[in-house]
């Protein structure tokens, strides 16, 4: 089994900046692909951003693309989302999964998950 614990989420203003983390525990050989999705009241479930574990793979959601930047920590079992230039619609709670192989943007193929950040951005 793989336990997955966000931090990092709160209350930021309208461009500012933030930075999510997501630390992983237990069965970390099966953390190849980690990703970061958001769901907002009353909307799907969205991707946002994947790496793989050495980092030479990453994708983004084209809402994020240019502001956003994943990145990940192998001695610490760690993914990073920095979040810059923030924007009220990306206001949501941050989960985070992980996989034993690239699933890339779907999340129902993703196999563990953490309980989530909650991010506000405030206009």
């Known amino acids: 089994q793989v336990q997955l614990v966000e931090s990092g989420g709160g209350l930021v203003q309208a461009g500012g900046s933030l930075r999510l983390s997501c630390a992983a525990s237990g069965r970390t050989s099966s953390t190849y692909a980690m990703a970061w999705f958001r769901q907002a009241p009353g909307k799907e479930r969205e991707f946002v951003a994947t790496?793989?574990?050495?980092?030479?793979?990453?994708s983004y959601a084209d809402s994020v693309k240019g502001r956003f930047t994943i990145s990940s920590d192998n001695t610490k079992n760690t993914v990073y989302l920095e979040m810059n230039s923030v924007k009220p619609e990306d206001t949501a709670v941050y989960l985070c999964?992980?996989?034993?192989?690239?699933?890339?943007?779907?999340?129902?193929?993703?196999?563990?998950w953490g309980q989530g950040t909650q991010v506000t951005v405030s206009s």
């Open positions: 790496i793989n574990r050495s980092g030479t793979m990453r």
């Open positions: 999964t992980a996989s034993p192989v690239w699933r890339g943007s779907s999340w129902s193929q993703y196999d563990y």
